[in-house]
């Protein structure tokens, strides 16, 4: 993504992307808290904090964040995006979420 996307956009999709995967089946974002998902849940965990600190750091290059915000932590602040619900009324409230994550990013 950040080969196609200015950094900041590339955030957005990413997480966009994610919340989608993640509701793809409904409920699918409550199941990952359930004891039999936390071992596939904790596999992934280093890849998706390594991702979102790759797509952080562009973000800090170009200026578009204060520097030194913590890949787990937005993860962590991300994941509302997958709770929202599967209708255009939930995609509208992601997109609101995420604008409001990303002010709190901004220098």
């Known amino acids: 993504m950040l ?3 200015d950094p ?3 955030l957005r999709r990413w997480f ?3 919340a989608g995967y993640v509701r793809i089946k409904h409920g699918l974002g409550e199941a ?3 004891a039999a998902a936390q071992e596939v849940v904790s596999a992934s965990w ?3 904090s390594a991702a979102v600190g790759q797509l952080l750091q562009a973000c ?3 200026g578009q964040i204060r520097p030194g915000i913590d890949p787990v932590d937005v993860v962590m602040l991300m994941s509302c995006l997958w709770r929202t619900p ?3 009324e939930g995609a509208a409230q992601t997109q609101r979420l995420m604008e409001l994550a990303i002010q709190g990013f901004r220098p």
């Open 32 to 34: 990952l808290h359930s």
């Open 3 to 5: 080969a196609a996307l």
């Open 60 to 62: 800090e290059r170009a």
């Open 8 to 10: 900041l956009d590339a």
């Open 86 to 88: 599967p209708t255009p």
């Open 46 to 48: 280093p890849l998706v």
């Open 16 to 18: 966009t992307d994610l």
